[in-house]
């Protein structure tokens, strides 16, 4: 019955990105996945390991054989890729950072986004529907600065999980960029995360990208060496 | 009578000498600018066809619709089974492949760190094969300016002025930083094997040129290619040829309703190059109706001038009897004569100015900022219109000024006449 009242009665924007980071941020995290690229002729599958910490983050993609070996690393805000065929290790810069990541319907520049949300974003609460038969607030967020790649994003959050179940994002001009759709939500220990996310840009032709968990352990032990350059070659 | 009429001119050099240096001008100046003015322009088609729109073109539907931003994620894919069709269907084309590719050029320092890089665009095509004519085709090996053309499929040709804002040399290995088909980032080295001034100014900013086989690898696009151009073996374009041959292809082969079936285009259809062609054609009609105007104008005075010093002569014709029309027409045949003297000698002075102007005039200069596909060197074409298109509307001329200035014999009276003559 209490909990029941406490779910019904409208947090404020601010509570529920809290609780979004609650379930979504880690400490450290490794995933172990897949992203299904659906291309306009198509569908290519890839396969990586992250562990990320903080706003750092380790990726190597295992497959196909074409990006086997290529290693991506995150520093805060720079980005290498280590690209084995030329044993060229590149910096991305400037505009580079919004090419898509493998093909997919995500950027670099995504890639680079700060998965805290409360720090970044001023949110009110808009309205409520339902998504997939759950129950959700409707959530208005808007950048509190110019540094991040989207200036205004809207979700539609569970309201018992405070798992984003939908999200849009836009551009400064309010044009829509891109549709992410989360499913498939598990509980790892306290907090619930997406085994899978529908990525569609929306500037992009195509089916999307799926985004599939296949491993994900939360506060892991990431050896050092992982997040630095070296782990690069 | 034509014997009288010829004397008469030869005899009175003051009714011939003027206007025949005027029509000798005016055709003059018609024959070269139409010569000057078709060179220049075909020179842009012929130099358009050879490095991006052959004289016919197939593409995918949505590739042709969005082909400015040259998407090779909108490839043609399944190429070498459609390249063998062409050949069998269409032996006496020759049929190339190629596909445009752009990106970053990243030249690493002794730790494989970026020493400096830039933006270029480039063009893929065959280099490696015994029977490709595409280093023929682009003029390579004559706009080499150090190296050699790539011998291997990871070797690539830079243009001189991008390689040395790279600071590379012949033997230095470069990183391109492109998109695959699919829209992922590649990473491929190459080697410089030369560079080459194309001789315009939009290529030698940042263009390259390295074998298809090589960026076939590097984009990911096995058994694909962005355009399969086609050369018309008279090596001459065709437009009422190209439109048909067109029009059968995509008959046989394109599906509205898939949009990765092939289209053929032809060069009209592309580039702008529709507006060229049309050009070519509105600069020929210009010049003939401002020549046979302006002309008409000039003859038409002289031709009244001529009247007022030959007012005597023409009132002691009438007055002898000789009518009104005869002595119009008299004046008409006249002109047909000195019509006839001042486009021949202007049509053999314009072709000898046009065929001076053939060998061309450097303006690479002017053109360092350009972003058109043109040439560095302006010449000019004689071709057989030049041999007639100055001929008729001098003659045309001569005998409109001289029609125009004629009337007032009409205008003469009669009963007036032996006054006129006794005073």
């Known amino acids: ?233 | 009578m034509l014997r009288f009429y010829l004397k008469g001119l030869f005899r009175d050099r003051s009714r011939s000498l003027l206007p025949i240096i005027v029509v000798t001008i005016g055709v003059t100046l018609v024959v070269l600018a139409n010569s000057w003015v078709t060179g220049v322009l075909e020179d842009m088609v012929v130099f358009n066809a050879r490095f991006a729109t052959g004289h016919v073109k197939i593409m995918s539907r949505s590739y042709f619709e969005n082909r400015s931003q040259q998407p090779n994620d909108l490839a043609l894919i399944g190429t070498s089974a459609l390249m063998a069709s062409l050949k069998s269907e269409y032996p006496e084309m020759q049929w190339v492949e190629r596909i445009q590719f752009g990106g970053l050029v990243d030249v690493p320092d002794e730790n494989g760190e970026t020493r400096t890089q830039g933006p270029g665009g480039g063009m893929a095509v065959d280099l490696l094969s015994d029977e490709s004519r595409e280093i023929e085709r682009l003029n390579l090996e004559k706009s080499l300016v150090k190296g050699r053309i790539p011998q291997t499929p990871f070797e690539i040709i830079l243009s001189d002025q991008f390689a040395g804002k790279l600071e590379v040399e012949p033997g230095d290995t470069v990183t391109l930083i492109s998109s695959t088909m699919y829209g992922a980032m590649s990473i491929t080295n190459f080697t410089v094997s030369g560079t080459i001034k194309f001789g315009t100014a939009a290529l030698d900013r940042g263009g390259m040129v390295a074998d298809i086989s090589g960026i076939r690898q590097a984009l990911d696009m096995t058994d694909a290619t962005g355009e399969i151009l086609g050369y018309f073996p008279s090596g001459e374009y065709d437009d009422v040829e190209a439109a048909s041959f067109a029009a059968a292809f995509n008959e046989k082969y394109s599906n509205p309703q898939d949009e990765f079936s092939p289209v053929m285009a032809t060069l009209r259809e592309q580039s702008n190059m529709s507006g060229f062609l049309d050009l070519i054609d509105y600069f020929k009609g210009i010049i003939v109706t401002i020549f046979v105007v302006v002309m008409s104008i000039v003859l038409w005075n002289s031709g009244l001038l001529g009247g007022l010093r030959r007012y005597g002569e023409m009132g002691l014709r009438m007055a002898i009897g000789e009518e009104k029309g005869h002595i119009y027409r008299s004046l008409i045949i006249e002109s047909v004569f000195i019509g006839l003297a001042g486009s021949v000698i202007g049509t053999l002075f314009g072709l000898f100015f046009s065929s001076l102007m053939a060998r061309g005039i450097d303006i690479s200069g002017m053109m360092q900022n350009s972003t058109m596909m043109m040439q560095g060197v302006m010449k000019a074409k004689i071709t057989p219109a030049a041999y007639y298109l100055g001929f008729f509307p001098g003659l045309i001329a001569t005998v409109l000024g001289t029609v125009l200035a004629g009337i007032g014999i009409y205008k003469r009276q009669t009963a007036q006449l032996f006054k006129e003559l006794q005073a």
Not at chain 1, 59 to 76: D, H, N, S
Not at chain 1, 124 to 144: F, L, N, Q, Y
Not at chain 1, 191 to 206: A, F, N
């Open chain 1, 1 to 233: 019955m209490l909990i029941t009242s406490i779910a019904a009665a409208q947090p404020s924007g601010k509570e529920i990105l809290d609780r979004i980071d609650q379930n979504m941020s880690a400490e450290s995290r490794y995933v172990k996945s897949k992203m299904i690229i659906h291309g306009p002729r198509t569908s290519r599958t890839i396969e990586s390991e992250t562990w990320a910490a903080g706003e750092s983050a380790f990726t190597e993609y295992l497959a196909p054989a074409r990006e086997r070996g290529t290693k991506m690393l995150k520093l805060e805000d720079q980005l290498w890729i280590f690209s084995p065929a030329t044993d060229r290790t590149i910096q991305l810069s400037g505009h580079l950072l919004r090419q898509s990541v493998m093909g997919s319907d995500l950027s670099y520049e995504d890639m680079m986004e700060d998965p805290d949300l409360a720090s970044k974003y001023d949110a009110v609460v808009t309205g409520s529907e339902t998504v997939d038969d759950r129950e959700c607030w409707i959530v208005e967020m808007h950048a509190k600065t110019e540094d991040v790649a989207y200036q205004k994003r809207k979700l539609w959050v569970d309201r018992q999980r405070f798992i984003p179940l939908k999200e849009e994002l836009y551009a400064k001009s309010g044009q829509l960029l891109k549709k992410t759709e989360l499913s498939d939500i598990q509980q790892h220990g306290s907090r619930w995360y997406p085994g899978r996310i529908v990525y569609k840009d929306m500037l992009k032709t195509g089916s999307g990208t799926e985004f599939i968990v296949d491993e994900i352990s939360f506060d892991v032990e990431i050896p050092e060496y992982l997040l630095s350059k070296a782990a690069l070659r």
